[in-house]
């Protein structure tokens, strides 16, 4: 608990106050949208940011990491909600802090019984195709929102500021940062101004709806946002928590890989060194202040911790500071953000969800492994035409259906002796020797329940392929385990190798599986002998 604290240096103070300040300002407009994604008011999006950064920084172990609302979140905790409760009641805002008090539970929990390994199921490709199709999804809900109605009825004014507002956030992410160093301004200040370029429009959007009256034009606005720091909550609906168990502990584990995506690509880049455990206890506890002080499920935002690490945040401290500027701005009159449009917000939220969207990994799927292309393109469809939960489910099982299917058909290769060497190799692949009477084969996996039939099957197709074998070789240099269900298969090819006159052989076993071998009686029955290598069973075996 707060380790950072006890080698803090006062040189790290002026880095972590100027990331603090610049965090704060993009958390602004990027809170209050996301809490409109999450179907809450706006002003919960700033609740959510400031008790969990804090509560972060007790046990977190990323220099870095912005926690606070983030889109992907947002549309999982609506997509849970909406069944339950109407976006924008009072008992929608109880289920989203109560479904962040279960999220944070589980994370908890998960810390404390250190088994943050089990997020390790959830593949790249399943993560890449769950952000592709959530992406969509968010853009596409917030389109009636940007455009002022929906297609074909479209509010003009609204229409024209929030097309204008996202053609100006697309510019500036894509140009404005190449555009400030051309006019020589430091790359890494360039680099921060393109990233508040959302709260520059957002202000501007601000200034046009007072200037030209836009809200009496009929341009939505998020209206009165409440001033003062926000309340304890304790409220919960006791009829909900069996309904919210389930996505609890979904978003859960995306809270803690979304989180530790982006904390670990930061991490490398400073040498630094995070403890997983330690995030998933810091993750719980800042989902459980975001329910106690009225917000929803958070998470480590990929975006703003890129901001916080180019603005020079050292430590937890810079976060600290963003959510006590994040408290003077409640506390401070803030009826300026009354007239903040929609539109603008709208706009916000799709630029910021579309460049989450990454082909790259798609393409290197479909031409290193299909069967992981297929699984993130399922999850994405998946996504789309089930929902956000559902979508996930189907990409895991396909990608845990892959593994399966992989290590029920694992590769075996006849192996053959490189000439002059005691090198063996698969005949396939090299030019190798093989010997009459003699076959050598490899296993390339473990052997287990789900693959050993799979493996005999194989031996008996070679054998029948080379009916003069007297000698048959398993080399097992890449078997790192033999449950009993293989073992059980060894003993029975052993059984019938033996009754058609062919000894069974082992070679290159390793120490850990030799070990359990030795606690069975396969070693006693066996009809062939044991070699410390293969090099060693060919001398003994070829006549």
Known sequence: ??????????????????????????????????????????????YASIAPPLLYALFGTSSTQSIGPMAIISLM????????????????GVLAAQLALMSGAVLLACGLLRIGFLANFFSRPV?????????????????????????????????????????????ARQWMAA??????????????????????????????????GLDARGVATTGEVGAGLPHLNLATSSAHWQALLQPALLIGFMIFLISMSGAQTLALKRGEKLASNAELLGLGAANIGSALSGGFPVTGSISRSAVNFAAGANTQ???????????????????????????????????????????????????YDRADAAALLATAAGVLALGVEAGVVVGVALSMGAL?????????????????????RNIDRYSAATAPGLMMLRVDAGLFFGNVEAVNERIEEELAAHPDTRHLVLVLSAV????????????????????????????????????RLKESDL???????????AAMAWDDLVE
């Open 179 to 212: 555009t400030l160093r051309r006019l020589k301004i430091p790359a890494v200040a360039a680099d921060i101004g393109a990233k508040l370029a959302p709260m520059a429009v957002v202000l501007g959007s601000l200034a046009l709806v007072s200037g030209l």
């Open 523 to 533: 070693l006693q029955s066996l009809s062939g002998r044991l070699y410390l290598s």
């Open 480 to 515: 790192n385990a033999i449950d009993t269900s293989a073992l059980f298969g060894l003993k029975e090819l052993n059984a019938s190798l033996r009754a058609r006159g062919v000894l069974l052989h082992l070679a290159e076993v390793k120490g850990p599986v030799m070990d």
């Open 404 to 424: 399966i299917w992989r290590a029920s058909r694992p590769h075996i290769a006849v192996l053959g002796r490189i000439a002059g060497t005691e090198h063996f």
């Open 1 to 46: 608990m707060l380790l950072w604290l006890r080698h803090y240096r006062r040189a790290m103070l002026p880095g972590d106050i100027s990331a603090g300040i610049v965090v704060a300002m993009m958390m602004i407009p990027q809170g209050m949208a996301y809490a409109m994604v999450a179907g809450l008011p706006p002003v919960v999006g700033i």
């Open 77 to 92: 905790t609506a997509s849970t909600l909406a069944p339950l409760a109407a976006p924008g009641s009072a008992l929608h």
């Open 127 to 171: 993560m890449s195709g769950f952000t592709i199709g959530s992406a969509i999804l968010i853009t596409w809900g917030q389109l009636p929102a940007l455009l002022g109605g929906a297609l074909p009825h479209v509010h003009a004014p609204s229409a024209l500021l929030g097309v204008g507002a996202l053609a100006l956030l697309v510019w």
């Open 317 to 367: 401290l810079a976060s600290v500071v963003t959510a006590l500027l994040l408290g003077v701005a409640l506390v401070a009159p803030n009826g300026w953000l009354a007239l903040l449009p929609l539109p603008v917000l709208a706009a916000t939220i799709i630029v910021a969800v579309l460049t989450l969207v990454d082909l790259s990994l798609l393409r290197t799927a479909w031409r």
